[in-house]
């Protein structure tokens, strides 16, 4: 079983930058794919962008492309997510998963490992 921890979450101006980061403990297998998820108050859970552990090309929501840009770190155990030029519909609950098939799939319910999650709010 993998335990997750996010942090880097916070309150920035529109137009601002945060860095989330996840801490994996636990095996990680080398076909995982790692994501990113947020939920803002009363919306479902969406996808973000993930990466596979080992290989493949990160992958991306559309309205995070050329802001976001997640990556790894494999010797710390990490992953993260650079966020850039934030808009104050980027406010949610940010959540990193782990889904142990691997691929490309966005859907929350093909990842089984979750974190607590990191809070990230984005004023005008």
């Known amino acids: 079983q993998v335990q997750l921890v996010e942090s880097g979450g916070g309150l920035v101006q529109a137009g601002g930058s945060l860095r989330l980061a996840c801490a994996a403990s636990g095996r990680i297998f080398s076909t995982s794919t790692m994501g990113w998820f947020r939920q803002a108050p009363g919306k479902e859970r969406e996808f973000v962008a993930a990466i596979g552990w080992t290989l493949g090309t990160p992958f991306y929501e559309d309205s995070v492309k050329g802001r976001f840009t997640i990556s790894r770190d494999n010797a710390k155990n990490a992953v993260y997510l650079q966020m850039n030029r934030l808009k104050p519909e980027d406010t949610a609950a940010y959540y990193c998963?782990?889904?142990?098939?691997?691929?490309?799939?966005?859907?929350?319910?093909?990842?089984?490992?979750w974190g607590q999650g990191t809070q990230v709010t984005v004023s005008s």
């Open positions: 998963a782990v889904n142990r098939r691997g691929g490309t799939v966005k859907s929350a319910s093909e990842f089984s490992s």
